[in-house]
T-cell receptor, first 110, second 112 residues
Framework: GIQVEQSPPDLILQEGANSTLRCNFS?????LQWFHQNPWGQLINLFY???GTKQNGRLSATTVATERYSLLYISSSQTTDSGVYFC????????????FGKGITLSVRP | KAGVTQTPRYLIKTRGQQVTLSCSPI?????VSWYQQTPGQGLQFLFE???????NKGNFPGRFSGRQFSNSRSEMNVSTLELGDSALYLC???????????FGEGSWLTVV
């Protein structure tokens, strides 16, 4: 099946800093989503971005489908950005099953 | 608009018992998928339903089953529970297959 690798596995930032989270995948996809899991376990959908660039406030994401990677940018980080960030991908074709990466644990210190 | 609702939120079961988890999707959403999250294996896809039909299934034993009702609500069942089934079970809904998915808060299952 499709493989998803996220890097770095852990990231520690000072409040106000910027960061880039990366997601590499092993095959063509027609579905790519980024999620943030808070310390209580709730998964929040950040972006649906199989290709192109999107922005939502301090967050933006870019997917280069032909090169099989996606980037999530966090600017002016806040302590509430702490948690685990997951990238999930779905293959082309009728199979809509999402495969998740192992996640990136982000800690933002005040 | 209400989000995805999962019940129960927390439960403790004994090995060998069975458990049923419930999921009510966002109003208007017709696709429901289930995931298991454990520290060792991460987030793994269990199955996905659309219009009361299972459309995709992950690599889990037959002890894991599910169904979807005509109102799009879904249930999953795990029979003959094992210690390794202890996990956070997450339900997600979407308008249709392959769309943006929205997760519920999950059901924390502990098997003792």
């Amino acid at each position: 099946g499709i493989q998803v690798e996220q890097s770095p596995p852990d990231l520690i930032l000072q409040e106000g800093a910027n960061s880039t989270l990366r997601c590499n995948f092993s095959d063509s996809v027609n579905n790519l989503q980024w999620f943030h899991q808070n310390p209580w376990g709730q998964l929040i959908n950040l972006f649906y971005i199989p290709s192109g660039t999107k922005q939502n406030g301090r967050l933006s994401a870019t997917t280069v489908a032909t090169e099989r990677y996606s980037l999530l940018y966090i600017s002016s980080s806040q302590t509430t950005d702490s948690g685990v960030y997951f990238c999930a991908v779905g293959p082309t074709g009728a199979n809509s099953k999402l495969t998740f990466g192992k996640g990136i644990t982000l800690s933002v210190r005040p | 608009k209400a989000g995805v609702t999962q019940t129960p939120r927390y439960l403790i079961k004994t090995r060998g018992q069975q458990v049923t988890l419930s999921c009510s999707p966002i109003s208007g959403h017709r696709s429901v998928s289930w995931y298991q999250q454990t520290p060792g294996q991460g987030l793994q896809f269990l199955f996905e339903y659309f219009s009361e039909t299972q459309r995709n299934k992950g690599n889990f034993p037959g002890r894991f089953s599910g169904r979807q009702f005509s109102n799009s609500r879904s249930e999953m069942n795990v029979s003959t529970l094992e210690l390794g089934d202890s996990a956070l079970y997450l339900c997600a809904s979407s308008l249709a297959l392959g769309n943006t998915i929205y997760f519920g808060e999950g059901s924390w299952l502990t098997v003792v």
